[in-house]
């Protein structure tokens, strides 16, 4: 939820009563307080636990709500009991942002609805007698349709907050059944993205349900909880990581973008083509991750040469040259201590070398190129050909693709030119447009850039 605005105010307060007309008990319901106080208190319990917090854009801010005990609730607890189950937790969970008092209510009246309602479906199908015995696989049916249910709710209410605390759908300045399809469009992607790590937690209330109902009693359902939560902990650490990792990266790309904005977007397209080149090669999901990363930093280096030369209008001089080829190491230095990146500070320092053994900075002949550095030197070249630059407009694929194919064997290795050309013949190139193209900065007959060739003769993406 960001700037709280007025129309946003008054959904939540709706959302806020019709969670009250839900949590309302019914007269002649049969009592159920100790149950009901019991799952509340470990619900409470669960939301307390620090849990760590996460860096980046993207990333939550913690673990999110622990959902195996409120699904528990539902399987096991009348829909007006049920949706008093979230409550204590969500109004004393710690909120960051202002107005606090508001963020607690929305999220223990969205919490309270999704819970009621998930708890109405898994009653109305039947689920609760099914829990007892248990009878499979008729329970787990019951349960997945409270799960969709339980997810329908919370994705329709975030969808309503974020259209109204945000204003998603005023970012479409286009005719209302346009701006309608980009709404829904946003409402089904949360609702996908949420739908499978609810279901794993909503088997785990199951498994608490069913643990609850039998001889052993709720002793026995508490121990569902400890590895369930163990394991969501690893798995928000994993994206804290994960998180902090993709921060490091955009920072040091927007410091070089800065410095270096004439190749402005080359970086992110050089990773983009590295990993369609890694697909193409068999590598495994964790090296293209690492690979695109290299592909993404390959010029990180820029950051300790002189502006004045990366910016400079004439010819460069001998020593000037010498200067800027110092970038794969000024890089691998940078990079040097970023135990994340593994084999892409390799790619970082020896793009630049040739297999003919005419690169920089080390003259590496053949296999003693790293791999990855030999991928990222093609997905170099490729982009540095096919984008539009200040003294030349960008060539066509397929002509980038018959230079690269004429260097290979002497600058590139035939192997990785071979899997690019494979991967666009399936997939096509999609580039983010340049800079100078955006701006229609091409001069038709313009000299070269200094420091930047032409073609791919020197490691194609520039000096």
Not at 168 to 197: C, D, K, N, Y
Not at 218 to 228: D, Q, S
Not at 335 to 341: D, T
Not at 378 to 389: C, I
Request: proline share 8%; glycine share 10%; hydrophobic share 50%.
């Amino acid at each position: 939820m960001g700037p709280v605005r007025p129309w946003a105010r008054v959904y939540v307060g709706c959302t806020v009563l019709a969670a009250l007309v839900c949590a309302a008990p019914v007269p002649g319901a049969p009592a159920c307080w100790w149950a009901l106080a019991l799952l509340a208190a470990l619900h409470a319990g669960c939301e307390q636990i620090p849990r760590g917090r996460a860096v980046g854009d993207r990333a939550p801010e913690d673990m999110g709500t622990f959902f195996p005990v409120l699904l528990a609730a539902a399987f096991l607890l009348p829909p007006p009991a049920a949706a008093l189950v979230p409550l204590p937790g969500a109004l004393l969970v710690r909120v960051a942002e202002r107005p606090s008092w508001l963020r607690r209510a929305w999220r223990a009246a969205q919490l309270s609805l999704a819970v009621w309602a998930a708890s109405r479906v898994h009653g109305a199908l039947g689920g609760r007698d099914a829990v007892v015995g248990p009878r499979f696989p008729y329970a787990l049916l019951t349960a997945g349709a409270a799960v969709v249910a339980f997810c329908l709710v919370l994705t329709a209410l975030d969808a309503g907050i974020l259209a109204l605390a945000e204003r998603v759908p005023a970012r479409g300045r286009g005719p209302l059944p346009e701006r309608t399809r980009e709404v829904g469009a946003a409402w089904r992607g949360l609702f996908l993205r949420s739908l499978a790590p609810v279901a794993v937690q909503g088997l785990a209330g199951l498994m608490m349900a069913v643990l609850w109902r039998s001889p052993y009693g709720p002793a026995a359902a508490l121990l569902v909880l400890l590895p369930m939560y163990v394991s969501c902990w690893v798995f928000a650490q994993y994206h804290r990581e994960r998180a902090a990792h993709q921060a490091t990266i955009r920072a040091l790309v927007q410091a070089v973008d800065i410095k270096d904005g004439y190749t402005r977007g080359h970086s992110e397209r050089v990773g983009e083509a590295s990993v369609m080149i890694a697909r193409e090669l068999g590598m495994d999901a964790e090296r293209i991750e690492v690979l695109r990363f290299a592909g993404i930093l390959h010029d990180v280096g820029k950051l300790g040469v002189p502006t004045r030369l990366l910016r400079k209008d004439g010819p460069l001089t001998p020593e000037e040259r010498r200067i800027i080829e110092l970038h794969p190491e000024y890089g691998h230095e940078m990079v040097r201590g970023i135990g994340f990146l593994g084999e892409a500070r390799s790619a970082i320092l020896h793009h630049h070398e040739r297999l003919d053994g005419s690169g920089y900075p080390y003259g590496l002949v053949g296999a003693q190129i790293p791999e990855f550095a030999r991928v990222v030197a093609v997905a170099d070249a490729f982009d540095a050909m096919t984008s539009t630059r200040s003294y030349r407009r960008a060539r066509p694929v397929e002509a980038a693709l018959t230079e690269l194919e004429r260097c290979a064997g002497a600058q590139f290795d035939p192997a990785m030119v071979h899997a690019l050309a494979r991967a666009l013949a399936r997939h096509g190139w999609h580039p983010v447009v340049t800079a100078d193209e955006a701006r229609g900065n091409v001069p038709p007959r313009a000299a070269p850039r200094p420091g930047e060739p032409a073609g791919p003769r020197r490691g194609g993406g520039g000096a």
